[in-house]
């Protein structure tokens, strides 16, 4: 292990020096380089390279709870530590607000079983309201930007009897099946302290945003699992002018996750 960490780290040198050479990155950006390359990395996963504190790693809580969902098969053989934690974090926030908790985009469920066992939702009193097609993306949803870019459709295979057992035993979890927006009015809950997009597409996100804004509590989190990758860049536009509208803003996270924190009312 250690020997193959070091050769990624000399292919990487090679790479950041072409980079510097041919003017791509700045002397300064290539300094930094080395800095970092001084220090130890603390985190390597999903293009994202710190060497800042990342102690959550090691809570048996976050461990736990990143298991379960793993165990779904919902990131195939990926890693996604930090945009898991990033969930953990939103959701959590929601746990002492009023209103259920909403996830658009589940497919087989990861996220959203990591959540569950992260804020301890059967005991909270609330209901997590899943809807998905669970069986991919529709592609009359798609932007002609996004057919452009090669959205791709035909990677989730269909999953609901298989997303049905993983929450079979959580009476607080609703299975919603069908096209979003379609299917929104589905969801009763008068408040919602929780929102999670993922469906991969700019237009069912943005729908289901403008549907869930007024149920939101005010301080609640909509987590953009998309709204900073390479790729997806239809979504972040229109989140982009979705925040512009309502006077707030993305935050952008290096996961490539976007954070909305629907303001407070004025007093």
């Excluded at 195939?76 to 209103?99: E, F, H, I, N, T």
């Excluded at 993306?137 to 002609?144: G, I, R, S, Y």
């Excluded at 390479?230 to 989140?239: I, L, S, T, Y």
């Amino acid at each position: 292990m250690v020997i193959k960490n070091m050769l990624r780290i000399k292919d990487m040198t090679r790479f950041m020096k072409r980079l510097s050479r041919y003017g791509f990155i700045t002397r300064a950006d290539y300094e930094e380089f080395w800095a970092m390359k001084a220090s130890k990395f603390t985190f390597r996963e999903e293009g994202l390279w710190t060497t800042k504190n990342v102690d959550f790693l090691e809570d048996p809580k976050f461990q736990r709870a990143y298991e379960l969902g793993k165990a779904t098969g919902s990131w195939w053989k990926r890693r996604l530590r930090y945009r898991a934690y990033v969930a953990c974090w939103a959701a959590s926030q929601g746990a002492a607000m009023d209103g259920d908790f909403v996830e658009c985009g589940t497919n087989l469920g990861g996220i959203a079983r990591m959540i569950i066992d992260y804020v301890d939702l059967p005991n909270l009193g609330k209901r997590f309201w899943l809807l998905d097609t669970y069986e991919g993306l529709v592609d009359e949803l798609l932007t002609d930007e996004e057919k452009a870019v090669g959205k791709p459709q035909g990677v989730y295979a269909p999953c609901y009897e298989t997303v049905v057992k993983t929450f079979q035993d959580f009476p607080c979890v609703r299975l919603v099946k069908g096209v979003v927006p379609d299917t929104l009015p589905e969801v009763t809950a008068d408040k919602v302290a929780f929102l999670s997009l993922d469906m991969n597409c700019v237009t069912p996100e943005v729908q289901a945003a403008e549907y869930f804004w007024d149920r939101l509590t005010p301080g609640a989190v909509i987590l953009l699992d998309d709204y900073g990758w390479v790729g997806f860049e239809e979504q972040k536009k229109g989140f982009d002018e979705f925040t512009r509208k309502r006077n707030c803003q993305v935050l952008t996270m290096p996961t490539g996750q976007g954070l909305i924190i629907k303001p407070m009312p004025h007093s």
